[in-house]
């Protein structure tokens, strides 16, 4: 499964999760650091990544077109985690996710809780 790490994540989230063995890679290695998010999203379906992000239009923008694809883990409550402390809690929690990345979800991960939701949403 590719990720891509969205531009209100630091580039470090990217390094540490293919130091982890994970396929990431951070918006700004793939010229979308300013793309919007309906490019980034159409990106990330068309490459068939799962974006992570921390930012709430994503999930807003699968319900809204029905989409299945592209699966979103959402960082929430993260803002007081450095970049490495938020990749340390992708780490912990991605190998679980992997199966339901590929088969549409979105993954809404803080650092005391998981919530998955099937695509497309209902």
Known sequence: MKLL???NLSPL???VLRMAGFDAVHVVEVGLMTATDDRIFDVATEERMA???ADSDF???LALRRATSPSVVHL???AELAPAAQAALLVANLPGLVPELEKGVIASLAPNRLRLRDLPIR
Request: charged share 20%; aromatic share 0%; glycine share 0%.
């Open 13 to 15: 989230v990217a390094e």
């Open 51 to 53: 974006v992570i992000t």
């Open 76 to 78: 929430r409550h993260i």
């Open 5 to 7: 790490v969205d531009a």
């Open 59 to 61: 999930p807003m923008m």
